[in-house]
Structure formats: structure tokens, C-alpha cells
């Protein structure tokens, strides 16, 4: 499975962005995929997470509220629309995908496929 993640850029504060996750090769119909995200000096952090099947969806409390994970399973790919952005979600923000489940996966150790990560600056 290969994921590309695309849609970053720099934004000012209170603006939106969307990334894109599309994913290739041996795709699936069930599974989970994730976003994280690593800010400089940073461990990488969950950020949402939705599982394949059904759409549930899980965010961070950093996050709720404004961003919104979610799918096209027909295009095999997950959005992350994030909106009311500020300073501090600055960061390398990574797509993740893991085939064998049908839960939420917060913890960035369980997924098995991680896509390039794609910038996004928030200026203030």
C-alpha cells in the first residue's frame, strides 16, 4: 500500500486547509487510516483517526471541533478538512493506514503504512 498525502501550504491564523490522503497499490475496504502530525521539536501526535467500514471517526482534543477526518472509499482516499487554523498546529502532518482492524487506532505504532507528509505553516 502506498499513501500520498498532499494539500498542505501556508495559511494565516483562522484560515482552513484540506489534505488528502490517496491511497494505491493493494488497497482495502476495511481498516483504519489516521493523521498525525510532528511540530518541530515534537513527537509525532494523533490527530483523527476513522476507520474504513462504517466511518467512524475519532479526533484529538486539540482538534475537535475544528478539523474533520473523512472518506471516499471509492477513491480509496481520507480528507482531513481543518478549519480555525492556529500557530500551533504547525506541523508535518502524516497519513497512516493500518489493513487488519475495524477500530480506532490512536497510537502511531500500530499503523503499518505511513504516507510522505505534507507541510502546513499557520501564520499569525
Known amino acids: 500500500v502506498l499513501l500520498q498525502a498532499f494539500g498542505g501550504g501556508l495559511v494565516q491564523a483562522g484560515g482552513s486547509l484540506r489534505l488528502s490522503c490517496a491511497a494505491s497499490g493493494r488497497t482495502f475496504s476495511s481498516g483504519v487510516m489516521g493523521w498525525f502530525r510532528r511540530a518541530p521539536g515534537e513527537e509525532r501526535e494523533f490527530v483523527a483517526a476513522?476507520?474504513?467500514?462504517?466511518?467512524?471517526?475519532a479526533h484529538a482534543e486539540s482538534v475537535k471541533g475544528r478539523f474533520t477526518i473523512s472518506r471516499d472509499n471509492a477513491k480509496s482516499t481520507v480528507y482531513l478538512q481543518m478549519n480555525s487554523l492556529k500557530p500551533e498546529d504547525t506541523a508535518v502532518y502524516y497519513c497512516?493506514?493500518?489493513?487488519?482492524?475495524?477500530?480506532?487506532?490512536?497510537?502511531?505504532?500500530?499503523?503499518?503504512?505511513w504516507g510522505q507528509g505534507t507541510q502546513v505553516t499557520v501564520s499569525s
Open positions: 476513522i476507520v474504513w467500514s462504517g466511518g467512524r471517526t
Open positions: 497512516a493506514a493500518r489493513k487488519d482492524t475495524g477500530v480506532i487506532i490512536t497510537t502511531k505504532s500500530w499503523y503499518d503504512y
